[in-house]
């Protein structure tokens, strides 16, 4: 860690962190309930997917050039306005009951979010070195997952008094508004010796791994509270604390990754962490009696903590403090395509198959993919 840079600002940098967890998680809850507010507006359930997906569609096509204009334009200064505009567009279905409002203002929400999430992934290269980067990254990912927990859960009982008040716990970023001001430390570019790993035509290959992560991890928020509220008869309030505890295990995972890297390369955690989100779905695809999502959803989301950890880990030792911004920008891009097209990609599969019996296809599908990748491998060592 630089010992130049001050705890609250080490602080700072992880409540931003976790705000771009809360980009979706904090309303999935409350779509079955949005849903049943907008009967008479037809395709209402795909607008209400919408809702959860279309800042991920803002977020993919807007991310590189936002990586552009934040290099341009300076990281704490983007934070700043992009926090005030956070609060507002965010919360914007305590008020608003016009359907097509709703769907613009979380497109601006949207860019909000890939501005906070490139700035933080940046800061973190300039912060860190190495090997205490990759333990920062495992806290950071702990943190953010723990807030998304408290969110997800706090959404959900909120959801069940109405759906709009879901929406009210993206005020907080006015909260943070006084710690980005006065902690955030912008590293001048001329002041570091830029001797980190320079880019590399493998930072593609990774892009395309952080597509299809995003791709297959996003169906557990946008699917589970469909299966358990519309299939299983479950509150809103059942639905958040199942994803909470995924989210929890999420921060297990992330800090797990440090351990495993340690012995491991990228690719080979890549591996485990899938066989391990696999193993997640097979077990939601299995389950019968409602409790037992407790134990089968957490292990998709310890996996994903450390897939995840992974791969920002991997993005970051591609790259230097010169172009650190803008690679970030299209590594937000890719996660956020990947979530924006997982509904869109899956709908016809989820509808055929039905929400269950999709999640056991997937994680067959998957462990099947881990046992040839780690095939290939062995035979190129």
């Known amino acids: 860690m630089n010992s130049d840079i001050k705890k609250l600002t080490i602080f700072t940098l992880l409540l931003i962190s976790m705000t771009t967890m809360m980009s979706n998680v904090a309303i999935v809850t409350a779509l079955p309930h949005l849903k049943e507010h907008f009967t008479d507006i037809k395709n209402i359930e795909f607008y209400s997917r919408l809702m959860l997906t279309l800042p991920s569609f803002v977020i993919a096509i807007l991310a590189p050039i936002l990586g552009h204009i934040i290099f341009r334009f300076g990281k704490k200064r983007s934070a700043i306005i992009a926090l005030i505009v956070f609060a507002i567009s965010g919360s914007t279905g305590l008020y608003l009951d016009s359907l097509e409002l709703l769907l613009a203002s979380r497109a601006v929400f949207g860019v909000c ?217 299209y590594f937000t891009s890719a996660l956020f395509f990947g979530q924006f097209s997982s509904p869109l990609i899956f709908h016809s599969a989820v509808s055929n198959l039905g929400v269950q019996d999709f999640f056991f296809v997937v994680g067959i599908s998957l462990i099947t993919i881990v046992f040839i990748s780690s095939y290939i491998m062995k035979l190129q060592r």
């Not at 790993?197 to 290959?205: A, D, G, L």
């Not at 299939?231 to 295990?249: C, M, P, Q, R, Y």
């Not at 019968?288 to 292990?299: D, K, S």
């Open 113 to 329: 979010v890939a501005t906070l999430m490139i700035v933080s992934t940046s800061l973190v290269g300039d912060y860190f070195k190495e090997q205490s980067r990759h333990k920062f990254m495992g806290y950071q990912s702990a943190f953010t997952a723990v807030g998304g927990v408290v969110f997800v859960i706090g959404g959900g009982f909120l959801s069940d008094i109405s759906w709009r008040y879901s929406f009210g716990i993206y005020l907080i970023g006015f909260l943070l508004l006084p710690l980005a001001i006065t902690q955030l430390k912008e590293v001048k570019i001329n002041t570091i010796k830029d001797d980190e790993v320079q880019v590399s035509s493998k930072m593609y290959f990774i892009y395309f791994l952080s597509f299809c992560y995003m791709l297959i991890f996003f169906i557990l928020p946008t699917q589970i509270p469909f299966l358990l509220i519309e299939e299983f008869g479950a509150s809103g309030k059942f639905a958040g604390s199942v994803i909470g505890t995924a989210f929890l295990a999420n921060a297990f995972g992330a800090i797990t990754f440090s351990k495993l890297k340690a012995r491991y390369s990228y690719s080979t955690i890549f591996l485990i962490a899938t066989f391990i989100i696999a193993m997640g779905f097979t077990g939601v695809g299995l389950v019968q009696e409602l409790h037992l999502f407790y134990f089968t959803a957490p292990l998709l989301g310890f996996g994903g903590g450390i897939m995840l950890t992974n791969l920002t880990a991997w993005m970051l030792s591609r790259t230097t403090l010169k172009k650190r911004v803008k690679t970030s920008g």
